[in-house]
């Protein structure tokens, strides 16, 4: 660490003596018609820099010293907006696309709004519950290591479960599943967004998003847009920049766990490209530290944007992964090392989103058509000894297969003051499931009694291509100081037995807010949402071949929200919501009897099973949100959340579920030193998270030929471990040379070493030569364990993680 110090010194030392400069660029837009805006002035804050955008709409500035910056936006008519956290060096040019309101004409609505400009994130059909993030916050988030999935953690209502999301990106929103949110890309959705996914959920270790790609991110946790659907808990909407339209340049970033490059350039006049690869050094870091995993993966990511005419654009995005994941029998073996690889599955998956959307511009609006394919490939294999797979059983073998063709039309235009979006879309899709899998194996005692009959799955889904459909509506329109929304939707499907009733899935919204004055609103909205399930649920069939849930309802969720928001100036903002949510549908396992809600966070398959659509839920809670964008050099976040978080299972009573943590607090704040350097601190605290007690006597049983624990789901969720907390630092010092730029960063994860609980695991002692497991008699291990010497894990551990890493821009 001092040779690093000095190198940067001596660095910073010989770059410093001359004034370094770079530049921007980009174009502005009308946000309703989308229509470019010639001659809207741009005024670098604090400096005599500034510009004005040429008859395209296009804008560059440069000789711009380096720094970070913020930039105004001004138009005749228009609203002003600021770009907060600008950062210029010498290195990449920084690439925008700015969306301007047109302003109302009647002075009331010019002083309502007059203070709203970029602090003000909400829209006329989500006024409220909706937060977004720049590239830049995402960028310099501690502890967040470039992954959008972890930075949104920060958010209200993000968060739940046991480890507070710390090795996990289980995205749970204000209390609901895992599985209840959905992912946009430019407009195009892509399923699957990390790595190593759970299949009929989302989550993962790893997000696959680069973030350089990225514009911002906007998360809608209610008031969903009638455009979105089979969203329960969130929308999120990841926009991408465009490829710069001036130069070739790029970058490549290299840390302890990854080596990412990424460039971007014109390739015609009228066409840009952004493209990445990255490739994960995580097996080596999980050897050093001792961890008998060894997860490996690639993820490539691109966008190429061509402008057909001034009225029309044609945009084609693609992302795709490919993941694997093994076992390494280390030096220094041990009970919880024997429980980590005979508990946990090997798991090789790779998935894609390829999609096109064309963009043509109408009288007053545009629409658009999007046309995607998405395909995500599972193959899941187990055996009773992990340890030794040549010469052990497989218990589980799964290869399974999702692939969707979208279609998406949408209709977007503002008439006489009314602000009106209509749209149809269709699916077609394909899945495939080949599964065998030991839930329980036969066991027989030392007298060659059975004491555990098998139970066992053993099929090959008949399922059929089959069709999804949607269509939606949705109106509204200010009325000087009060804005009034509504839409409606419905889906459908060819698969399900009444998936073609489409009155049944007729999902009615309503958003309204008013402004008091030009600081203070009122918002509130309510919706009826609906969810297919997902295609694991839908595909499952028994031995014989026969679909056993096919009578698969939609799952639904309804909204109740309220809240204020406080804009004192246009870089600070406050927000308090309350949100009540009630649930029906929701699927429940025949076998265990417990709602699948409370599942979905592990490296298995959730849903693959019996299922009965008779469970309910409800979650409720209350927000704060405060937000600093960068001013006098200091940023940051805040935000607060209570909420509780209950589903019944077969009995029908409503419980705690497995993400009733009851308090998400998290800040994270950033400041910019002189001579580019900066420095950010991250802290998170959730409270305890529920979970069941172990089955001693089924986990003994089971434990030889499963190697995992059984837990005891009469007492579903009847105990609770105690409140997780970390905090996470950064320190990184940006180095300006001629034409390249060098960012040396310092990133430590959980710095203070906080102990994180952990659910208590059932595992048996191992003899003193790890070759096999201690008995009670000194012989061989009966296959029911009778003569095991059980041992609980209950350990809380604490994991620091530093990394030290570059990325170059050139």
Do not use: C
């Not at 993000?158 to 946009?184: K, L, T």
């Not at 490996?296 to 990511?301: K, L, R, S, T």
């Not at 879309?425 to 065998?436: H, I, P």
């Not at 040396?744 to 003899?767: G, M």
């Amino acid at each position: 660490m001092k040779h690093l110090f000095i190198t940067l010194f001596l660095i910073t030392s010989f770059t410093g003596f001359s004034q370094k400069n770079g530049s921007i660029t980009g174009k502005v837009i009308d946000k309703g018609t989308q229509e470019i805006l010639p001659f809207v002035s741009l005024q670098i804050v604090g400096t005599q820099k500034g510009g004005t955008t040429d008859e395209n709409g296009n804008f560059r500035i440069s000789e711009i010293p380096v720094g970070t910056y913020n930039i105004l936006f001004s138009y005749v008519g228009y609203q002003n907006f600021t770009l907060f956290n600008v950062v210029i060096n010498t290195g990449n040019e920084s690439t925008f696309q700015v969306e301007l309101e047109p302003q109302k004409n009647d002075l009331k609505a010019l002083e309502v709004t007059a203070k709203k400009e970029s602090a003000f994130t909400g829209t006329l059909e989500s006024p409220l519950s909706i937060q977004k993030l720049t590239t830049e916050e995402i960028r310099a988030n501690p502890g967040g290591n470039f992954d959008i999935s972890k930075v949104i953690q920060i958010l209200p209502g993000v968060g739940g479960g046991v480890g507070g999301g710390s090795f996990r990106n289980d995205i749970i929103i204000r209390g609901g599943g895992s599985n209840e949110n959905v992912f946009y890309l430019d407009g195009i959705e892509v399923p699957v967004i990390n790595h190593f996914q759970t299949q009929g959920s989302s989550g993962g270790p790893q997000g696959m998003l680069n973030v350089s790609f990225i514009e911002d991110v906007k998360l809608s946790s209610s008031a969903f847009d009638a455009r979105y659907d089979n969203a329960l808990s969130s929308v999120f909407q990841f926009k991408q920049k465009n490829g710069n339209p001036n130069e070739l340049q790029g970058n490549i970033r290299l840390s302890a766990t990854e080596l990412a490059t990424t460039f971007e350039g014109p390739i015609s006049k009228n066409t840009t490209f952004l493209a990445s690869a990255r490739r994960s050094y995580l097996q080596l870091l999980f050897k050093a530290i001792d961890l008998p995993i060894r997860p490996n993966y690639w993820d490539f990511q691109t966008k190429i944007s061509h402008q057909i005419d001034k009225k029309t654009s044609l945009t084609f995005v693609g992302l795709g992964a490919i993941d694997e994941f093994s076992f390494a029998i280390s030096d220094e073996y041990s009970a919880e090392k024997a429980q980590t690889i005979n508990s946990a599955p090997n798991i090789n998956q790779w998935n894609y989103t390829v999609g096109a959307s064309l963009k043509r511009l109408i009288n007053n609006g545009y629409w658009n058509l999007a046309l995607s394919r998405n395909m995500f490939n599972n193959d899941i294999v187990k055996y009773e000894d992990n340890e030794s797979p040549e010469s052990s059983p497989k218990t589980l073998d799964l290869n399974s297969r999702e692939a969707e063709n979208k279609l998406r039309f949408d209709v977007n235009q503002t008439l006489n003051g009314w602000k009106l979006a209509y749209g149809l879309s269709t699916q077609l899709v394909k899945y495939t499931n080949e599964t065998f899998n030991v839930i329980r194996k036969k066991i027989l005692d030392a007298n060659g009694k059975v004491v555990q009959p098998e139970l066992s799955i053993n099929f090959e889904s008949p399922i059929n291509p089959f069709m999804k459909y949607g269509a939606f509506v949705q109106i509204g329109r200010r009325f000087q100081k009060l804005g009034l929304s509504g839409g409606i939707r419905t889906d459908g499907n060819s698969f399900t037995d009444n998936g073609m009733n489409l009155l049944k899935t007729l999902s009615p919204r309503i958003s309204l807010s008013y402004f008091l004055n030009s600081q203070w609103s009122i918002n509130a909205s309510a919706g009826r949402y609906f969810k297919l399930p997902p295609y694991t649920i839908l595909g499952f069939a028994n031995t014989l071949g026969t679909l056993l849930n096919q009578d698969a309802e939609y799952q639904i969720s309804n909204h109740l929200v309220s809240g204020v928001e406080f804009i004192p100036n246009e870089s600070l903002r406050f927000t308090l919501e309350g949100f009540y949510k009630f649930y029906q549908n929701m699927p429940v396992s025949k076998n265990s009897g417990i709602s699948l809600a409370n599942l979905g966070a592990d490296f298995n398959v959730l849903g693959n099973e019996e299922v009965l659509f008779t469970g309910d839920g409800k979650t409720y809670g209350i927000e704060f949100f405060a937000q600093k964008k960068l001013t006098k050099r200091f940023f940051g976040v805040y935000s607060y959340t209570y909420y509780r978080s209950l589903f019944s299972s077969l009995d029908g009573k409503l419980i705690s579920s497995s993400w009733d943590n009851r308090h998400l607090m998290s800040f994270a704040v950033g400041y910019k030193f002189r001579r580019n350097w900066e420095a950010g601190l991250k802290f998170r605290l959730q409270g305890g998270a529920p979970y069941s007690p172990i089955n001693e006597n089924a986990s003994r049983l089971n434990y030889i030929t499963q190697g995992t624990t059984v837990y005891d789901y009469s007492r579903l969720n009847t105990l609770r471990l105690g409140s997780f907390n970390s905090s996470d630092i950064r320190i990184d010092k940006k180095i300006n040379f001629k034409r390249t730029a060098l960012d040396l960063y310092i990133d430590v994860t959980n710095w203070y070493l906080a102990k994180s609980p952990t659910v208590p695991e059932f595992t048996l002692k191992r003899n003193e030569t790890n070759t096999g497991f201690a008995t009670t008699d000194g012989g061989q291990i009966k296959q029911d364990a009778s003569n095991g010497i059980p041992v609980i894990l209950n350990e809380p551990s604490a994991l620091v993680t530093p990394t030290i890493g570059f990325i170059w821009e050139f």
